[in-house]
């Protein structure tokens, strides 16, 4: 009954471990949506702007 315990841990464990990386993935993928699109809309509001500057906003 142990053996098969441990086994389930580390079924567990796993599918945690999986599902944190889907986790940071995804939030990383929002931030990323966030920064373009933050950088995009302060880059048609300003007509003096370059595309470097829509280059460098969004870095």
Partial sequence: MN???SQKLANYG??????????EI???????????ALSYRGFVA???A???D????GA
Avoid: K
């Fill in 54 to 57: 829509l280059v460098l906003a």
């Fill in 26 to 36: 995804v939030a990383a993928i929002i931030g990323l949506a966030t920064g373009i």
């Fill in 14 to 23: 796993q599918w945690t471990y999986r599902g944190a990386w889907a986790l």
């Fill in 3 to 5: 053996a098969a315990m």
């Fill in 46 to 48: 300003n007509e003096a």
């Fill in 50 to 52: 370059d595309t470097m």
